[in-house]
């Protein structure tokens, strides 16, 4: 079914067993006490999975180069020896698996962190140091002494970290380079510290190993490289002595979206089509790629030889084994949310998935078959009685899920209309397949009654009932221009010309997005896409940046956001995406209103307090996004009853936009009973 995909890829030496490349992924197991073993669990499933090649997260070759201040680097032979656990596992489940080298350089979150020159990032605290000629030397010995370490520890490549932003891109991009010596000026000298690294690289390991590139071809930031200078790098990349090159769109403080869910899916492959017809090497593209009928179209029409994929081998360590035995469907879709990955990463979290809890906790997340299959009920179809069925049913228990609704998903049916969501039909389809596959006995349109419940003789009742909305309660908070937003969203109501939205959550910011929306799916076009975005995917501009800003939808709608606590829009939006979400609104107009009071709504609109004074937005409707209460109706009747009663998700804590914990805490349960 996906012969180009499924392909194996001969590099002489070694074989990949097919197009497939877990891309890098920091999982801060790196820096936990007792990581390394549950790292090399992780490697391993994927290993199992199938994976091509796996690539680790990014091991600083020195200090200075860390992630953080203690964070993972390898300079001493015995953080080499720590690492054999993980090369052992993934080779003993068929895998290959190669290590990131990674220098943050002046994105190093610690006072130790150096730079090409000078230049502080807009998103980092700390002003680099400048590197001195004989350490940027120094640095390229330690990549190659890194790589060396790498070798002795059993991994089959390393990966040189080339792209968003860090430090071999600060070396090549005027933007954050304005040494006047060997290593600045010229492009060929600005150039020239990746190419030492690559050699340098080489000759420490000798050829059968593998040494992957990873080459930014849009930095998306002002001041970054142009597309001549970008094929002039891989060129020489690929004379320097690299194996492959593995593709890196936008630097960190790019504020253009490259991985987030408003991206289109496979946007930039089109770009690692224009770099294949350049070079010789095994070319790699990556970004928004999540399903293996994409990966197929992409080297099936030749835009490039391998696919590399990171987030989806979180969300499915089985995604290629699926692929190939044509179980597609079961397939857990990465949706791009960031929301258990990227947001945990940058938030010095652990990393996991919200579609599949168990990633990164495989040693103490496991779903494993029951010796005493009970009776058990599920009310509520939404994501957490969803993740709580599936996995009871998989161990073995007889599970019954019930739901008022005529169709499975809960509120994900809600958030799929937010343009841009749709991403989530993905999850509400991997999980009917997964009611399927372990034969749960599904009830729709089943409003199920404690009384009900008790009479099924069920031995233990989990109520995944969602949340309630909360309504206004104000003068004339229930007119009729007054609308909840399940009333906007889900049952399609008018909405005036002029609105306020009530609550600056997720869900204020969704229904504004929404409100606002031109309704040209940008998300589902690439091209459309980087329009709106202002850039270009033909990258006749430097750093794909068009000298045109981004053409931002107009609004057909005038929107106020208001909230009651002080201080800014959006804190509560995920820290990797927040800032689309913020740009999209200002370009398209939306006011936002902070630290007011609710008085009351009549016809002349809102009537609201702000700094001791009554004020009045005039509007025709006012949509209410303020906070939701859990659902526990039926918590005490069955409690009364001597039933065995498990509350999660929504209904546990009413949390907005907390679809993560909902299937968190439906697998836990799940693995527990
Ligand atoms: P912020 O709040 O977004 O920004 C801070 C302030 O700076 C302003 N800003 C800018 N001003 C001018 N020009 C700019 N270009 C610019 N950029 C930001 C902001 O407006 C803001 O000002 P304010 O609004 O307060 O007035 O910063 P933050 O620190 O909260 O967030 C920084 C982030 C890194 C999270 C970020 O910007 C991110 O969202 N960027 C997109 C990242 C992304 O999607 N990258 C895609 C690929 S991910 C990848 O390849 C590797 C990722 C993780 C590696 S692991 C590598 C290998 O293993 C590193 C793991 C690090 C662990 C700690
Ligand atoms: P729900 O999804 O609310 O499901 C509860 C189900 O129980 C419902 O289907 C209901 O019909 C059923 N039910 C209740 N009582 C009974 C009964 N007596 N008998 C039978 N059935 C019953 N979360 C994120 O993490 N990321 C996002 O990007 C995101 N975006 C969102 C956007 C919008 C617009 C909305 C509304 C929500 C969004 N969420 C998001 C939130 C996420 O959808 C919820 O956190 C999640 O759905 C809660 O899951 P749940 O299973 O606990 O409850
Ligand atoms: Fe994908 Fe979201 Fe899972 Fe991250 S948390 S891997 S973006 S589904």
Partial sequence: RYPHFLEPLDLGYTRLRNRSIMGSMHTALEETEGGFKRLAAFYAERARGEAGLIVTGGIAPNPAGRVFTGAAKMDTEHESDEHRVITEAVHANGGLIAMQILHTGRYGYHREAVGASEIQAPINFVKPKKMTSEEVWQTVADYATCAKLAQRAGYDGVEIMGSEGYLIN??????????????????????????????AVRKAVGEKFIIIYRLSLLDLVDGGSSWEEVVELGKAIEAAGATIINTGIGWHEARIPTIAMVVPRGAFSAVTAK??????????????????????????????????????????????????ADKGHLINTCIACNQACLDHTFGGKLTSCLVNPRACNETNLNYVKTAAPKKIAVVGAGPAGLSASTVLAERGHNVTLFDAASKIGGQLNVAREIPSKTEFDETIRYFGNMLKEHNVHVELGKKVTAAELVAGGFQEVILATGIIPRKLAI???DSVRVLSYLDVLRDKKPVGKNVAIVGGGGIGYDTALYLTDGGHATWAKPDEFAKEWGFDLTVSTRAGLKEKSAEHKK??????????????FGSTLGKTTGWVHKITLEERGVAQVSNVTYEKIDDQGLHYGLKGETKVLPCDTVVVCAGQEPNRELEAPLKDAGINVHIIGGAKEAGELDAKRAIAEGAELGARL
Avoid at 555 to 568: E, L
């Fill in 170 to 199: 600060q070396f090549t991009a005027v933007r954050t380079n304005n040494r006047d010596d060997e290593w600045g000026g010229s492009y060929e000298k600005r150039m020239r510290f990746p190419i030492e690294v690559v050699k």
């Fill in 475 to 477: 003068p004339g908070g």
């Fill in 275 to 324: 770099l294949k017809k350049e070079v010789r090497l095994p070319v790699v593209t990556s970004n928004r790629i999540n399903n293996p009928e994409l990966a197929e179209a992409i080297i099936a029409r030749g835009d490039a030889d391998l696919v590399s994929m990171a987030r989806p081998f979180l969300a499915d360590a089985e995604f290629v084994a699926k692929a190939r």
């Fill in 555 to 568: 609004s057909p709608r005038s929107v106020t956001m208001f909230k009651r606590s002080k201080g800014k």
